[in-house]
Nanobody, 131 residues
Framework: QVQVVESGGGLVQAGGSLRLSCTVS????????MGWFRQIPGKEREGVAC????????HYLDSVKGRFTISKLNRKKTVYLEMNSLKPDDTAMYYC????????????????????????WGQGTQVTVSS
C-alpha cells in the first residue's frame, strides 16, 4: 500500500518563504517521478513542480519558475518544494503526488496531470499567502 504524506504548509506574508515536504512509503521511491500540484476551489488541479525518477530533470509551472525549487532525497524517500517570494496567487491546497509509471521517460507528461487519476496522492497541505 502506497502512502504519501505532506507537511509544511501554513500562513505566510507575501514575499515570504515556505518549504513543503512529502514522504512516500510502499513503492521503490527511486523509480518514480514525483510532483507537487495545487488546487483552489472551483479550478482544476495544476502541476506546479515535478522531478524525474532519476532526479535529472525538473519541470515547473511558468508562474513559479525562478521562485520554487523541487528536490528529492532518495535515502529519505522524501521530496521537497522550496517556495520563495510567495505571492497571494500562490494560495492553494498543495498536493504531493507519486507517479504510477516506473521510470517514465517524459516528465512533462506526468506534470500535466493528464493521468492523475492513476497517481498516488497525499492528503494535501494548505498554503495561504497574505498580501
Amino acid at each position: 500500500q502506497v502512502q504519501v504524506v505532506e507537511s509544511g504548509g501554513g500562513l505566510v506574508q507575501a514575499g515570504g518563504s515556505l518549504r513543503l515536504s512529502c514522504t512516500v512509503s510502499g513503492l521503490i521511491f527511486d523509480d518514480y517521478a514525483m510532483g507537487w500540484f495545487r488546487q483552489i476551489p472551483g479550478k482544476e488541479r495544476e502541476g506546479v513542480a515535478c522531478i524525474s525518477w532519476s532526479g535529472g530533470s525538473e519541470h515547473y509551472l511558468d508562474s513559479v519558475k525562478g521562485r520554487f525549487t523541487i528536490s528529492k532525497l532518495n535515502r529519505k524517500k522524501t521530496v521537497y518544494l522550496e517556495m520563495n517570494s510567495l505571492k497571494p496567487d500562490d494560495t492553494a491546497m498543495y498536493y504531493c503526488a507519486a507517479d504510477s509509471t516506473p521510470q517514465r521517460v517524459w516528465l512533462f507528461e506526468f506534470c500535466s496531470g493528464s493521468n492523475q487519476h492513476s497517481y498516488y496522492w497525499g492528503q494535501g497541505t494548505q498554503v495561504t499567502v497574505s498580501s
